[in-house]
């Protein structure tokens, strides 16, 4: 794959169908008789609704980034900006008793996207293949009893774990405990099979020796986010159903992301984010620390980011996210888990957040002056300082510039519980331009999803 490219799609198409034609066409109808339906029920008062909606809608998003962006007075405008746009909105379209004709509306809108959606999806597999395993005849488990608020101890893990034949290593101290030497010290000892309880910053770290030695890792949800046992499928809420993959397990070949010799499953951010990681307070007051620091932090003019893909370089960021496969479908606003997590290709998300204007704009698109998208297999980013911070996996280290990350293709043998929630198929992305092709017997691409 070539570097520097956008979050992949397919190089293929697909001809369109004869029902996706007509349900393109029903879309397509559906929006322009939502618009008549407005303007000729309502007449001057419905275009006023439309014209009062973006108003409020732009009001609301400008407040809201004064709000996070701002200190002092600005923020606190910002605040009572946002509260008055949402007043606006209910007092407006209260006011103008046009409930039934804003229903009619609304149904058709909801039509018009159910349609879009289908007529732009075609079958693919989103999900990846799996394998029906043997039981670990050793397997052992590392448990943060302190993790998660301690889910350890609330779903009593360790003691499920060792009814099916783990031994478990609970981390309760007293002092550091090196989870690397222990890990080792394990597989030596004929270990089999490596697992975690804890958060995603230790699942990095043993994922790391499972895949040096080719072993299955298992993945308990016992985290505060558990956002790599989301990609996975795994219920965050009960722990304790990770557990059964001890027991009847099928496994999975993920992709494992590198920063420098270091081995992350979720991402490695740098710049804004990293330096509020970097924080005493973050792990106690996360929202409050965020909170205090991000003004400083989006108006800084300090030392610039550069991110370098293949031929690509995107200079002057304030903070560059890199995830062990792409989030999201393209759009800033699309971001929050990964469809797959073995497709060999790092994401980058590199952002620059200075107005108002360019947070909209981060919302609305991939790429322009606001955020760049990009995947590669090998990321470079740069810095006119000797060392930055960097979050890995929610750890805060700072590691000497230039920062080189890669990625290990299919190298993590994922061991999961069959039976487990899974992941919701990918939406499909409704883009208007296409909708308009396949409706007069234009092809469709399969793989842009979102």
């Known amino acids: 794959m070539p570097y520097g490219q956008r979050v992949p799609e397919s190089r293929s198409t697909l001809p369109s169908t004869q029902s996706q034609r007509w349900l393109a ?171 975690v309880a804890g958060g995603d910053g230790t699942q990095a770290l043993v994922a790391g020796i499972a895949a040096e030695h080719d072993l299955p890792f298992l993945v308990i949800s016992a985290g505060t986010r558990n956002h790599f046992a989301l990609d996975l499928g795994l219920d965050r809420n009960d722990p304790s159903g990770c557990v059964e993959a001890l027991r009847d397990g099928v496994e999975v070949k993920v992709d494992l992301g590198m920063i420098g010799d270091r081995p992350f499953v979720n991402n490695a951010s740098f710049g804004a984010y990293a330096q509020i990681v970097q924080s005493p307070e973050y792990r106690d007051n996360k929202e409050g620390t965020i909170l205090s620091m991000l003004p400083d932090l989006l108006t800084d003019d300090g030392a610039a980011l550069s991110v370098r893909v293949g031929d690509t370089t995107v200079s002057g960021r304030q903070a560059i996210l890199v995830s062990n496969n792409p989030y999201g479908s393209g759009r800033l606003i699309d971001l929050g888990r990964r469809n797959r997590l073995d497709q060999g290709v790092l994401g980058v998300v590199a952002g620059r957040l200075a107005t108002a204007g360019s947070a909209i704009g981060m919302l609305r698109r991939a790429n322009g002056k606001s955020v760049r998208m990009l995947t590669g297999t090998r990321v470079v980013i740069e810095s006119d300082a000797a060392e930055i911070p960097v979050g890995i996996d929610g750890e805060a280290l700072s590691i000497p510039t230039p920062v080189v990350c890669t990625i290990r293709p299919r190298a993590l043998r994922v061991r999961l519980p069959r039976d487990r929630p899974g992941v919701p198929p990918p939406k499909t992305r409704i883009e208007w331009d296409r909708l308009w092709r396949v409706a007069f017997g234009g092809s469709v691409d399969p793989a842009r999803t979102g």
């Open 25 to 195: 066409r029903l879309a397509l109808l559906a929006v322009l008789a939502a618009a008549v339906l407005m303007v000729a029920s309502a007449g001057y008062t419905g275009l006023f609704l439309v014209v009062t909606g973006l108003i409020g809608a732009s009001a609301l998003l400008v407040g809201m980034f004064w709000f996070l962006a701002r200190r002092g007075i600005i923020r606190w405008v910002g605040l009572v900006l946002a509260a008055c746009a949402i007043a606006f909105l209910i007092y407006s379209y209260a006011r103008s008793d046009v409930t039934w004709v804003a229903l009619a509306t609304l149904g058709l809108l909801a039509l018009a996207l159910l349609a879009a959606r289908v007529a732009l999806t075609v079958g693919h597999q989103h999900w990846m293949p799996e394998t029906t395993v043997t039981k670990a005849s050793r397997p052992f488990i590392v448990m943060n009893p302190r993790s998660g608020g301690g889910k350890v101890v609330k779903f009593d893990l360790a003691a499920k774990a060792e009814a099916l034949g783990a031994e478990v290593a609970l981390l309760d101290g007293p002092g550091y405990v090196d989870v690397a030497a222990l890990v080792r010290a394990a597989v030596a000892d004929g270990a089999d099979l490596l697992g």
